[in-house]
């Protein structure tokens, strides 16, 4: 009898699916730039083969470093703290808050 596989989506493949007509990736996301200190939201997208652990799917994390093609993302769950590397298509920069005087 064969041994049953336990790879990164065994049991999860519903949690990523789209439930809308998928489309193809532009050019403009697989160009994308980022600064050291830019706040990013991790979001799989696209290839499977190099995208983040889907634990770590709609996390927002800070870019400490660019290495490689990717960029080091450091993401803080509970009291932990977890260094990231990430492709540029799977990251998207949030929107900076204006800090208004109160």
């Known amino acids: 009898m064969t ?3 336990h790879g990164l989506f065994v049991g999860r493949t519903r949690h990523l699916a789209r439930h809308h007509k ?3 990736l532009g050019v403009s996301t697989f160009i994308k730039k980022f600064e ?3 706040k990013v ?3 799989p997208k696209g290839n499977a083969k190099n995208i983040p652990h889907p634990r770590y799917r709609g996390k927002v994390g800070k870019i400490v470093e660019k290495r490689g093609s990717g960029y080091v993302v450091v993401v803080k769950i ?3 703290t977890r260094k990231l590397v990430v492709p540029a298509v799977h990251l998207e920069k949030m929107k900076e808050e204006s800090k208004a005087p109160a």
Do not use: E, Q
Request: aromatic share 0%.
């Open 3 to 5: 041994k049953r596989s």
């Open 22 to 24: 998928p489309s193809t």
């Open 36 to 38: 050291v200190g830019d």
């Open 41 to 43: 939201a991790i979001v």
């Open 78 to 80: 509970m009291s932990a």
